[in-house]
């Protein structure tokens, strides 16, 4: 099955910082999602990213505070802005590499925000 | 928009007992329902899957029911282990073109040896 590698895959921040989070896909996909899960809770999706597109953010994220890019269709990298010590959490890239709509994950990025 | 109700929030079972997660879901254009395992400090992992179309699948130890009508869903996991020991998601979604995975709250999973 298809791989999907972040980095990093923790950091320690600095409030205030921005910090951008790279997601690879070892295959072409359409669309690949970012999720936050903070410290013992479940998976909130934070926005779907489509290569070509403006990524669509779900309610509750905005872009101002998390910046998506998606140049091809194998990357997209999440940036976490002006960081706050509620952003530590880990973030974790998606993607149907199957084409039958089952999610990968990544191994995720756990971010600690001081 | 849809959203997932998954209880209960932790299972504590003795092994070679049987355990059940229930889902609810809210979106009656839900038509795929994944569980994922999640262990401790590691990835979400698919282990079972069922689409609209059908009502119960099974994987060796591990079964899956859905009941459209109430819109609720349920993981099944028999004689169970201790390396079954996890967090445990439900999620849903609508497929198609948008395809985003909604998941549940998570169910703690003890199994005492």
């Known amino acids: 099955s298809a791989v999907i590698s972040q980095k990093p895959s923790r950091d320690i921040c600095q409030r205030g910082t921005s910090l951008t989070i790279q997601c690879q896909v070892d295959?072409?996909?359409?669309?690949m999602f970012w999720y936050r899960q903070q410290p013992g809770q479940s998976l909130t999706l934070i926005a779907t990213?489509?290569?070509?597109?403006?990524?669509?953010?779900e309610s509750g994220f905005v872009i101002d505070k998390f910046p998506i890019s998606r140049p091809n269709l194998t990357f997209s990298t999440l940036t976490v802005s002006n960081m706050s010590p509620e952003d530590s959490s880990i973030y974790l890239c998606?993607?149907?590499?199957?084409?039958?709509?089952?999610?990968?994950f990544g191994a995720g990025s756990r971010l600690t925000v001081l | 928009g849809e959203n997932v109700e998954q209880h209960p929030s932790t299972l504590s079972v003795q092994e070679g007992d049987s355990a059940v997660i229930k889902c609810t879901y809210s979106?009656?254009?839900?038509?795929?329902f994944p569980w994922y395992k999640q262990e401790l400090g590691k990835r979400p992992q698919l282990i079972i899957d069922?689409?609209?179309?059908?009502g119960e699948k099974k994987d060796q130890r591990i079964a899956v029911t859905l009941n459209k009508t109430a819109k609720h869903f349920s993981l099944h996991i028999t004689e169970t282990q201790p390396e079954d020991s996890a967090v445990y998601f439900c999620?849903?979604?609508?497929?198609?073109?948008?395809?985003?995975?909604?998941f549940g709250t998570g169910t703690l999973l003890a199994v005492q040896p």
């Open positions: 998606s993607a149907d590499t199957s084409g039958a709509n089952v999610l990968t």
């Open positions: 069922i689409r609209s179309n059908v």
């Open positions: 990213a489509n290569q070509g597109s403006e990524a669509t953010y």
């Open positions: 979106d009656s254009a839900s038509n795929y």
């Open positions: 295959s072409q996909v359409t669309m």
């Open positions: 999620a849903a979604s609508t497929g198609g073109a948008t395809n985003k995975l909604i």
